[in-house]
């Protein structure tokens, strides 16, 4: 992760994320504002996001986009970047039980260990 990208983060909108290998491939949303980033990985409050954690039983790639027009850009105004990484979903363990002090509505945490970040605008 570099300083565009967690100034990136560090704006609200949506973020999707993707189960890339998934046939049919499915697609959750959440809010950056949502997402903390530990280390190398992302902490993602889950309350939904069923059709994704079906997936992962056969494979726990998925990628994830995000984006701010707030933030400059390679050629602008607007950053844009995809998140490639492996997903579990937790439900227990500190992480999950910071969460849901946070986010009373959680039910589990999806954590993605992170692989590689690109930025795409």
């Known amino acids: ?37 530990k280390a190398d990985r992302l902490l993602i409050p889950a309350a939904g996001m069923h059709s994704i954690e079906a997936d992962f039983l056969k494979d ?8 701010s027009k707030e933030v400059a850009g390679t050629v602008g105004p607007g950053a844009g970047f995809h998140v490639l ?3 579990q979903f937790v439900e227990a363990g500190v992480d999950f039980e910071e969460k849901k002090q946070q986010f009373p ?17």
């Open 105 to 121: 509505w959680v039910t589990r945490l999806l954590v993605v260990s992170i692989i590689d970040v690109q930025q795409k605008i």
């Open 1 to 37: 992760m570099n300083e565009k990208f967690l100034e990136v983060i560090a704006h609200e909108g949506p973020v999707t994320i993707v189960t890339i290998n998934g046939n049919p491939a499915h697609v959750v949303n959440t809010w950056a504002s949502y997402i903390t980033v």
């Open 60 to 67: 726990n790639h998925v990628l994830l986009t995000f984006g």
């Open 85 to 87: 990484g492996t997903g």
